[in-house]
Each structure stands twice: as structure tokens, then as C-alpha cells.
């Protein structure tokens, strides 16, 4: 046995690992631990720049249209949407999958990101996390509205002394409503677990008034003891725990939604981790986009989402879109494969009948314009990756309408054919659930810290116990030679005039 | 760290006897092929496909590794590197499946497709010819992505800067080999029921493979903690961590089986359920739900536990049953077609002698392949600059 690895040896024995491994820097410029808490906290803290209030008045501006069109569409019934009675489903079953799917990068980035040990989602997760449930809740809005008498939404529960029966507990969109309440709960439990030590930060800084005691009540006296903390990482990590299977099982969900019919086009077997895959690519878009617009908002930011972190999500985005593109072949391959008539000629319809510029639009942006990302400037520059991730949410958007109206429109009986033309009332609705999404998501950039400081300090560099380091920041925490740690305190009471 | 701390000197002793049970067992198929061809040449897929589904394993950890940049299994990474060099000879062991086409696929055989349209409709695609030359393409490709890094890692051990170089190559590589493992995977054992289609089915074999290569690795590292220096830097944290992917993706696995059962039973269409009905019959019902229990109930309950990934002796049982369970899964997905070619067969169970003796004439190749090629290089890839952080790999 060498020297070398008998000592190996002998440490991993001990349990002491004093080896300090440098890592690309995850933030930039090596900022301290306060520079961290100053730019985050200082957003929600300042006052918001003018383009925010632009940002904001538009969003707000849609959000009240939208209001006012469902409160039409109540009125009037969904009659005034374009559907038919061939095309049952359109645009607004397109917009729910849609919204779901954008719903999906948050958790995944919060758990799945999590348990695999990626330390550069700590800039990103906060921020995806709001994301989702702003998304669930533009998702939630459509099948409400679709009911058409809003008053019967609680008939999705099932109440069986009220209503003196069950619900349909074999329909998928039954299994919908559990999967996406849990969703929902769950999502929202785990950004706020994840934000309690950030609000205390926040109440520590803030002046006394109404803002403090707020902070204050919802930080639940939090005090970042070391108790505190190990409480709070375990909980952290059975969350994780929780929501990975979440993220795979609502999309599961939807997509069966569509393949547990016979309908040529919706039934296949690869509709679950299809549906699964495109809505965290769909989901990376939209935290792309909006990490962009919230640069232009507040720069500062670039300090702590950088470079890394877009070229990382670029590669998800990458990865996941070729996924979705794999699916795409497989389902055409089987489609001719299979020698069902039924089933070859809806993909072939899909590809060159009446909706073919809905399907080349898909296969355009959801396929072919990712593959920019092969090259590594393109996957930094931001101008590139604004105008990418906004491609992949118009295409997966495009991909929810072919799957829908597509199948929908010529299925078995030629006489009942019919194309979908969308009403003004289909976009309405469209634009305005972007409207309520956008104006949510800026009240949170408004009141809340958008990054998970805690977090993104616990992957500094000199958080690391064995970095050189560490023990400056007057956050050692025992792991460290007491030795090394005795000179670091002389050296610093050498530098403070020996006080 | 020097490459010659981590050489198994004079360790021969395993590959000569993993040469000389193979010899013995592809003797005794030899024998079975002449007693009974066509059980033989069912027994020779499932066994086939087993060891397949490992090299093919190796070469997907190989990939992933390299894109994801990941640094806690850098000390494992010669194994499944390994594993995957091994594809070269599965393309010779591949011959006898070429040969016995007409006793496996029903497609092969003329006068059935003259006489049914959907035969005839898939010809251009399911014919001997394109099959075969498909299978080489297949072959070539995943033996060129294999080598090429294999040989590059090698090239790292004395020194040279390739982490760049296999993070490039694997990126493309991962294309070809999500395209050509689905497409084995329907040539190979979809097409086994002509009539049977199943969009998933690519990711349902890939699934199986990773899961099961994940066990191999498990074990043969166990093993080669015993004979070699890897004890000192594969510690107890990367059993954890390879736990945690056997536990994953035993429940992946599940999700992508449970996808393609559950829409097809939801669905009811008669050509697509008697794929399920063929193996709920006769039989085959208690297979159906062992394989259920085993490669998913028994796997879940054991492998959540934080203890039992921490352990030796728990890994080691979890491992091996592992490799069991595949081979149930592809008994599964294989037998009962048995009675598609052979129309007069009985329905039931086919369990015969023959596949233990292609099963072990098999994998004693396989392994004494292996074996050779871990004895003539480093087992642990030293020349990796980030290998410290492997070796320091603690979990949380």
C-alpha cells in the first residue's frame, strides 16, 4: 500500500475529509455573505423601477380583460368560444396543459434538481417555484371556466353525503383534480418552507412598522439556530423527496387525459414521460424568459444568476426538447408501423392536412431551434436564449394544440369533420391568463425575495468548511482543525489592533 | 495517484474460469441446439439480451457520466466502461440469432407474410435482410461510441487532458444511442409478436438495462474490492449513491411499465391487449405478478431504507437479486412467443435446461471479456483530475 493511500486511508476512517476541491464559481465577483442579503433583500425593499411599473400596467391591464371575459363567458356560456361539436376541446384544454406543463420546472428544480446534488439551482429555485404556482393557477382557471356554471366547480369533490353520490373516480380528469391539488399544496408548502429563513433575514432589516410584523409572522420566529437549521433541512429534504414523484405524476396525469381514449393520436403508450418531458422543457422556457426580463429589470441580479446558470438551463432545455423530439419519431414510427389506417392517417394528416402549419410550427421551435445550443456562445448570450425560450413556449404550446384539435377534428366519422376556428373569446382568454401569470409574478418580484439567499450562501465557496477561508466569515462551524482555526482567529484579532 | 496501485496483477484466476464455464456452456447449447433448436434459440435470446442489456447499461452510465460532468462516480467509471467494450463480442454472439431468425420471428418466414396484410404491410421494415443489416449498424455504432471512450480513459491514465474531448463525444453519442436502443429494442424483442406495437417499449427495454447494469456494478465492484486497491478509494458513500439510482430506477422502471400497461388496459383494444393476455394465461399470470413484486414491491420496500443502502451485505442480496429480476423481465417479455412460431407448443412456462446452459456459455464470454480488459488497465480511472472529489464523496 502506497503512502498516499494509506493516508486516504486513515482519513476516510477518521471521517475527516480536509481536502478543499475548487469548484467553477457559481456567483460572480466572490461576493460576502451580506452582498448576497443586500442585492436580494434590497429589491423587494427599494423602490421598483420603471419598468416594472410598465411591466406592470400591461399585466394588469390584461389580468382585468381577462376578468371581464369570464365574467362574459359566465354570463353567455362557452358558446362563444370557437369550440364545435366535433372540437369539444380546444383552446382551452390547450392553455391547461400548457400552464401545467410551465408549472413543472419549479419542482423539479426545487426537488428533483435538489437530490441530485446541482448547486447551481439555488439561484433559480425561488424564483421557479412562484413560477409554478402562478402556472398551476393559470392552469386551474381553464377547467373552471370550461364548466361553464363555475357555481358546480365543488362537484370535482368528492362529497358523497352532499351530493348523494361519488364522483367518476375511473376518469383520468377526476384523477386530475387530485394530482394538481396536490400539486398545488404541495408547490406552495415548499416555497414556503424554503423562504422562511429569507423572511427572517428580511424581518431583520426592516424597520419597525406593518411590513416588520408581517415579515415577522410569517418568518414563525425563525431565529437560524442550529436546531432551527437541521429542522429545516430535513423537512427541506422530504419535500424533495415528496415532490419528485409529483413532478412525474401530473403530467402523467394529464397526458392520460388524452391516451386512455381510443381517439387515433391521443392513444399511445409513450404519452407519460412524453407529456412528462415537455413540460420541463416548457417549464425551462418560461424560467428562462423570465430570468431575462427580471435582468432587465434589475441587473444587479446578473451577480447571482449568471452566465452558468443560463447555460445550464439552456442545456435542460436542450436535453428536454430532444426528448420531445424523440417522442415525435417514435409515435410517427409506430403510427406506421402499428398499420393502423386510423392511426396513419392522422399523423400524416397532422403532418400535411389542414393543420400542417400548427405541426411545422411545433417541430420548428420545439426541435430544429434548440439545436442552437450545440454551440456554447449561444447557450450564454442572452439575446439568443430570450428568443429561444420564447420559441419552445410558443411550439409547446403549438404541441398541446396539435395533440388536441388534430385528433379531434377528423376522427373516425368523415360526415362529422369540421376545422376549429378560434373566437375572439379564445384569445381573450389566452392573453389574459398570460395577463394574471405575468401580474402575480411581478408582485412577487415586488414584495418577496426573489432568490433563495440562504441557500445560495450555503454554496459559496467560502461556506465550505474546508475552504481557507471559511472561518472568516465568522462562520466556522466546528468541522475545521481547531489548530488551523486558532491561527485564523490570531491573524484576525491581529488585523482588528489586537482587540 | 499511479495507475499501477490499481492494476489487478496476477488475478487470472477469474477470467480463466469465466472462460472455461462459458466454453462448457456454449458446448452444452451446442448439444441443446441439436436436441431441441427451437428452444434453444429462445433460451439464447433471453440469455443473449440478459448480457446485452449490462453492456448496454455500462455504455449509458459511460455517456451520462461524461454529460452530466458528474465527480461521485469517477471512481466506479471503469467498470461500466468496461462492461460497454464488451459490445464487440455480443455482435459475434449476436450470429446465432441471425442464423435462428426463421425458429424466433415470425415475420422471417415467407408464407406467413404472404398470407397477412399486416405482415405484409411491415415487410419493408421487419424482413431478414434490413434486420441484420440493422442490428450491425447498431453494433458498429455503439461499439465505435464504447471504444472511443475507453480508449480515451485509458489515454487519461497516463495523463492526458481528454475531459473535454469524452464530454464532446458523449453528447452526439446519446442521440444515436437513444435512437438505436429503441430500435433494437423493437427489432429484437417487440417484433417477436409481429402484430404487437407499443411506442414505449424502447424506453421499457432501456430502463430494465440501466437498472440492471447499476446491480452489475455493484457487484463486480464488491468483487473486486476483495482482489484490488478499490476498497481503498470506493467507499460505502458511492454504494449510497448507486443505492439511490437502483432505488430511482427501480421506480422508473415501474412508471414506464405501469405507462405501457395501464393505457393499453384503459384502452381495450384487442390488438393491443393480447400482448397482456398472452401473459395472463397458462400460467404465465404468476410470472406476470412475481415480476410485479420483484422487480418492483421487494426492490422499493428494501432499497428506501438509508440503512440498507449503507450496507454491504444488503447491496450484495439487492444486487443479485437485481440481476434476477432482469432476467424474469426479458423471460417475460420473450417466452410467450414461443407459441407464435410454434403454433403446436404448449402455452405454459418453457423453463428448460437450455437456459442455463446459453445463460452461462453466455455470460462466462461476457464475464472473461470483461475480465481481461479490467486486468490490463487501471480499475479505478486515476488520471481524472477531479478523482479527489470522488474519493471524498460524502452524502449528506
Redesign the interface.
Known sequence: ??M??AT??QE?RNGH?H?Y?PEPELINDKPRFKTITDIISGVPEGKMPRLWWILFGISFALMAMYLAVITYLIWKGIGIWGNNTTVGWAWDITNFVWWVGIGHAGTLISAVLF?FRQKWRTSINRFSEAMTIFAVICAGMFPLIHMGRIWHAYWFLPLPNSMQMWVNFRSPLMWDVFAISTYLSVSIMFWYVGLIPDLATMRDRAKPGIRKTLLGLFSLGWRGGNRQWRHYERAYMILAGLST?LV?SVH?IVS?DF????IPGW???????YFVAGAIFSGFAMVMTLVIITYWMFPQIKQIINERHIDNMNKIIMVTG?MVG??Y???FF?AW????PYEASIFIKRATGPYWWAYWSMITCNVIIPQIF?IKSMRTNLAVSFIVSIFVNIGMWFERFVITVTSLSQDYLPSSWKYFNPTIYDVACFVGSIGLFMTLFLLFLRYMPMVAMSEVKGVLPHANPHHPDHELNGHGNGHAHEQHRAEKVAELATKNGGR | ??AE?FKLTGESKFGVIALGVGVAGVAASVAGLFIDHKTFYFAYLVAFMFWMAIALGGLFFTLIHHLVGAEWSIVIRRIPETLASAIPMMAILFIPIVLGMHDLYEWSHEEAVAHD??LK??SA?LNPMWFTIRAYIYFGIWTFIAWTLYKASLDQDGGKDVTEKMRSVS?PSM?VF??SI?AAA?DWLMSLDPHW???????YFFAGSWWTTLACVVLLSMYLRGKS?LG??M?IEHYHDLG?LMFGFT?FWT??AF??F???W????P?ETIWYKHRWEHGWQYVSMFLFIGHFVLPFLVLIFRASKRSFTVMKIVASWFLLMEFVDLYWLIMPTFTIVNPDAHHGLHFSWQHLTTFVGIGGLFLWFVWNRLTSASIVPVGDP?I??S??L?NA
Not at chain 1, 391516451?259 to 381510443?262: E, G, H, I, L, N
Not at chain 1, 408501423?337 to 393502423?340: I, L, T
Not at chain 2, 406495437?197 to 424502447?202: A, D, E, P, V
Not at chain 2, 384503459?266 to 383494444?269: E, F, S
Request: contains cysteine; hydrophobic residues 45%.
Open positions: 500500500m502506497s498516499e493511500t486516504l486511508k476516510h475529509h481536502v476541491v437530490l414523484p412525474l402523467t392520460f391516451a386512455t381514449s381510443v392513444h399511445t403508450t409513450i404519452f407519460p414521460p430532444m424523440y417522442a419519431g417514435c409515435e409506430i408501423y402499428s398499420g393502423n450545440w | 495517484m499511479s496501485n396484410e399486416l404491410h411491415k421494415w453528447a442521440i437513444a435512437l429503441t423493437f406495437f407499443s411506442t414505449i417499449f424502447g424506453v486497491k481503498e478509494v467507499t439511490k421506480v412508471y414506464i405507462s405501457q395501464m393505457l393499453i384503459y384502452g381495450n383494444i390488438e477531479r479527489e472529489a474519493i471524498h460524502k
